[in-house]
T-cell receptor, first 113, second 116 residues
Framework: DAGVIQSPRHEVTEMGQEVTLRCKPISGHNSLFWYRQTMMRGLELLIYFNNNVPIDDSGMPEDRFSAKMPNASFSTLKIQPSEPRDSAVYFC???????????FGQGTRLTVV | AQTVTQSQPEMSVQEAETVTLSCTYD???????LFWYKQPPSRQMILVIR??????QNATENRFSVNFQKAAKSFSLKISDSQLGDAAMYFCAYRTGGSTLGRLYFGRGTQLTVWP
């Protein structure tokens, strides 16, 4: 298996622009997580899905952030409009319900200027 | 709410020596899972070891082992025969189990330096 695949690896955008981050989980996994990592706050859980349904989105910072999982093999995290404080590394992870450990993608480094 | 605390922001060890990274967690649940992840400079999050709370035996993976003290809610990672490639940020993580299977909580991490 190719593992969790995220795209793009790096994204530089101007403040106010829309940003879309993409994630393909490991085939057969039924839980998907979006995390944000910064020096100040560490790893923060933004949202997670079970069987494509959002279970807990309490970590989503504000309405500018939205996430979707239209099917079991694809998820997006969208920021609109983006702000400099959104600059961070965004990770997607997936897991099997039974196995519990999460497998991470390589992350997207987002820079908003 | 579940919290995970790593009290050592930085640790260092000499190559071939042993080092122990500390982790404590707070929970009222009896069914859960604990993990140690490693994040090298490449930023890839790599699972190092896992421990099921219902198992009394401490997990081991080659040079990596844990000391799981359920009553004390402590979950430390021991790295034996440290290698230069072990240098990384290490994260302790907690996940609820059973029917409340859900979010994965992380500590703030411990940066491990390995000296030659």
């Amino acid at each position: 298996d190719a593992g969790v695949i995220q795209s793009p690896r790096h994204e530089v955008t101007e403040m106010g622009q829309e940003v879309t981050l993409r994630c393909k989980p490991i085939s057969g996994h039924n839980s998907l997580f979006w995390y944000r990592q910064t020096m100040m706050r560490g790893l923060e859980l933004l949202i997670y899905f079970n069987n494509n349904v959002p279970i807990d989105d309490s970590g989503m910072p504000e309405d500018r952030f939205s996430a979707k999982m239209p099917n079991a093999s694809f998820s997006t995290l969208k920021i609109q409009p983006s702000e400099p404080r959104d600059s961070a590394v965004y990770f997607c992870a997936s897991s099997l319900w039974e196995n519990t450990e999460a497998f991470f993608g390589q992350g997207t480094r987002l820079t908003v200027v | 709410a579940q919290t995970v605390t790593q009290s050592q922001p930085e640790m260092s060890v000499q190559e071939a020596e042993t080092v122990t990274l500390s982790c404590t967690y707070d929970t009222s649940e009896s069914d859960y899972y604990l993990f140690w992840y490693k994040q090298p400079p490449s930023r890839q999050m790599i699972l190092v070891i896992r421990q099921e709370a219902y198992k009394q035996q401490n997990a081991t993976e080659n040079r990596f082992s844990v000391n799981f003290q359920k009553a004390a809610k402590s979950f430390s990672l021991k790295i034996s025969d440290s290698q230069l490639g072990d240098a990384a940020m290490y994260f302790c993580a907690y996940r609820t189990g059973g029917s409340t299977l859900g979010r994965l909580y992380f500590g703030r991490g411990t940066q491990l330096t390995v000296w030659p």
